[in-house]
């Protein structure tokens, strides 16, 4: 009965491969999200979905591609995944202006 | 562009005690906003504040906006072991509440 869940919970790759995180809520948001969290614990938004259509898309490389297949779902592919990549991701929720609701995250290491 | 500073940036204390930690910024907002990030989790939300010197309460926490609205404060009385992780402090940006900023944190360690 998780609200926002992410699959995995870690992730080892090497530089270089391509990888995806999943989301997925329950919770009947029509809003979803993407955050970094990196080292020092900053945390940033990277993008965020409405209704399957993208709201919000911050700085972030073209490597990074969000997918929304539905209102419950968004997903999160890398590209070419460099060291710098290396950070925990945070899936989040929300009905649109209200709390947003964080996923338990996604540790990403590129070695 | 916007940011938000929290102090301070860490805090080891012993249970029982008061806790009290800020989050400042150059400019004004309308929303303050205080996350909850447990160890291995993502944040939660505890406090939202909408009005300058607005206080809030949850519990034994309390949350006030900052009469400039370029501030918030958070209080923890008499905490517990388990009030150890990272505070943060958020505020919607460019007048879009989807758009969050958050600050830089304040880690909590309490000792027993």
């Known amino acids: 009965d998780t609200a926002v869940s992410q699959t995995p919970k870690y992730l080892v790759t090497q530089m270089g491969n391509d990888k995806s995180i999943k989301c997925e809520q329950n919770l009947g948001h029509d809003t979803m999200y993407w955050y970094k969290q990196d080292s020092k614990k900053f945390l940033k938004i990277m993008f965020s979905y409405n209704n399957k259509e993208l709201i919000i898309n911050e700085t972030v490389p073209n490597r990074f591609s969000p997918k929304s297949p539905d209102k419950a779902h968004l997903n999160l592919h890398i590209n070419s995944l460099e060291l710098g990549d290396s950070a925990v991701y945070f899936c989040?929720?929300?009905?649109?202006?209200?709390?947003?609701?964080f996923g338990p995250g996604t540790r990403l290491t590129v070695l | 562009g916007q940011q938000l500073n929290q102090s301070p940036q860490s805090m080891f204390i012993q249970e029982g005690e008061d806790v009290s930690m800020n989050c400042t910024s150059s400019?004004?907002?309308?929303?303050w906003l205080w996350y909850k990030q447990d160890p291995g989790e993502g944040p939660v939300l505890l406090i939202a504040?909408?009005?300058?010197?607005e206080l809030t309460s949850n519990g034994r926490l309390t949350a006030q906006f900052g009469i400039t609205r370029k501030d918030s404060f958070l209080n923890i009385s008499a905490s517990i072991p388990s009030d150890v992780g990272i505070y943060f402090c958020?505020?919607?940006?460019?007048?879009?509440?989807?758009?969050?900023?958050f600050g830089t944190g304040t880690r909590l360690q309490v000792t027993l």
């Open positions: 989040a929720s929300s009905h649109l202006g209200g709390e947003q609701f």
């Open positions: 504040l909408y009005k300058a010197g």
């Open positions: 400019s004004i907002f309308n929303t």
């Open positions: 958020a505020t919607p940006r460019d007048g879009t509440a989807s758009k969050l900023t």
